[in-house]
């Protein structure tokens, strides 16, 4: 399969920082990214799908002047977490998708990120 | 009711054991069915892919599908003790759009 890298791949930071975490398709072109939020023994939440060149759609409930996505180029997307609250630190996982075939969406090793 | 419910375990048995796992569904829509493994702190691997009903199978692997029970199935013959990590099941309705994960099924295999 395809590679995805994430960037960083663990970060610590202060309450009221933004973190940049950034997502990368290392051997393809990904028009579609997905980023996945999960937290400890539950399942992977979509967040936001983002289209290259396009504003990213986000699932109801995740604040989107919050998570702040970018898809600028057909390799990379990121995800800024602003002003970030202890009760934002997860696992960040992103994937990216090329053709539309649904098992041709290759995820990311995730983020994780700790607010204290 | 969640879209996808699977039993999270944990689930131990020893090597050489076959393993079930299962996830069932509720919406109808949903026709593209996959297994994804994750070990810890990393992000999921692709193990099988089913489109619509049926089996499939892989080495050691088999999905099976049975849409009209929404229910899912992964099974692992000969199991093996780096088969031990998280199994999860996910599904969408449509290709090209984000899958639906179950919580995942963590299995250790002891040798």
């Known amino acids: 399969g395809a590679v995805v890298s994430q960037h960083p791949s663990w970060v610590i930071c202060k309450s009221g920082t933004s973190v940049k975490i950034e997502c990368r398709s290392l051997?393809?072109?990904?028009?579609?990214m997905f980023w996945y939020r999960q937290f400890p023994k539950q399942s992977l939440m979509l967040m936001a799908t983002?289209?290259?060149?396009?504003?990213?759609?986000?699932e109801q409930g995740v604040e989107k002047d919050k998570f702040l996505i970018n898809h600028a180029s057909l390799t990379l997307s990121t995800l800024t977490v602003t002003s970030a609250h202890p009760e934002d630190s997860s696992f960040y996982i992103c994937?990216?998708?090329?053709?539309?075939?649904?098992?041709?969406?290759?995820f990311g090793p995730g983020t994780r990120l700790t607010v204290l | 009711q969640k879209e996808v419910e699977q039993d999270p375990g944990p689930l131990s048995v020893p090597e050489g054991a076959i393993v079930s796992l299962n996830c069932t569904y509720s919406?109808?829509?949903?026709?593209?069915f996959m297994w994804y493994r994750q070990y810890s702190r990393k992000g999921p691997e692709l193990l099988m892919y089913t489109y619509s009903s049926g089996n499939k199978e892989d080495g050691r692997f088999t999905a099976q599908v049975d849409k009209s029970s929404k229910y899912i199935s992964l099974f692992i013959r000969d199991s093996q003790p780096s088969d031990s990590a998280t199994y999860l099941c996910?599904?969408?309705?449509?290709?090209?759009?984000?899958?639906?994960f179950g919580k995942g099924t963590t299995l250790s295999v002891s040798s």
């Open positions: 051997d393809f072109q990904a028009t579609t």
């Open positions: 994937s990216g998708m090329t053709s539309g075939r649904a098992d041709e969406q290759f």
């Open positions: 919406n109808s829509a949903f026709q593209y």
């Open positions: 996910a599904m969408s309705g449509q290709a090209g759009t984000a899958l639906i």
């Open positions: 983002s289209n290259e060149g396009s504003k990213a759609t986000y």
